[in-house]
């Protein structure tokens, strides 16, 4: 086996890239019959502390509507929704002055004081325990990302990319 890994936040055809699989991750839709969910990442929305340091705490979403929101361009599309307890929803209509196609990137941002941002926690984590960044509306939740794997039609049912997902997803699953 032979491993090269490529990195882009970028949406890639699996067969014209020359990819034998691919971990992406998105919001709960239809996912082909030739992929697998490894697991679901939280999500929150953050900013860093400079950025909030001159802000009213926010009790609801409208009330960070109007703030500079910074966005991951290939999803952009995708308004976040919060939920209250499971029950109130409510979809914000963002506009952002600056977007990436990269989360990384997205996540610098928000450091540097730019705005504030939606991110999956696994990218945040360390920075939100340290006190670089909060999160904005801890009492709001948005839906979870999954992370999936996705391979070519025409893959083997028992090949290696096969045994591969599989052991991806016994030792992603939550224990």
Same mark, same amino acid.
């Given at each position: 086996i032979n491993l090269s !890994?490529? /990195?882009? @936040?970028?949406r890639q055809e699996l067969i014209d890239g020359g990819f034998d699989l691919a971990i992406r991750m998105g919001v709960n839709?239809?996912?082909p019959l030739t992929s697998k969910t490894l697991f679901s990442a939280k999500r929150s929305?953050?900013?860093s502390a400079e950025y909030l340091g001159g802000k009213p705490t926010p009790q609801n979403p409208e009330d960070v509507? @109007?703030?500079n929101w910074l966005e991951l361009s290939p999803v952009f599309h995708i308004k976040p929704? /919060?939920?209250r307890h499971g029950k109130a929803s409510v979809t914000l209509k963002t506009n952002s002055q600056i977007n990436t196609n @990269?989360?990384?990137? !997205?996540?610098?941002l928000v450091l540097t004081g730019a705005g504030i941002a939606v991110v999956p926690e696994l990218l945040a984590a360390d920075d939100i325990a340290a006190g670089k960044i909060a999160v904005v509306l801890p009492d709001w939740e948005l839906d979870a990302i999954d992370v999936y794997a996705e391979w070519p039609t025409s893959a083997p049912?028992?090949?290696l990319i096969q045994l591969l997902v599989d052991h991806l997803s016994t030792y992603l699953s939550p224990k």
């Open positions: !890994l490529g /990195f882009s @936040d970028a839709r239809k996912r929305l953050i900013g509507a @109007d703030w929704t /919060f939920s @990269d989360a990384r990137a !997205l996540h610098h049912r028992k090949g």
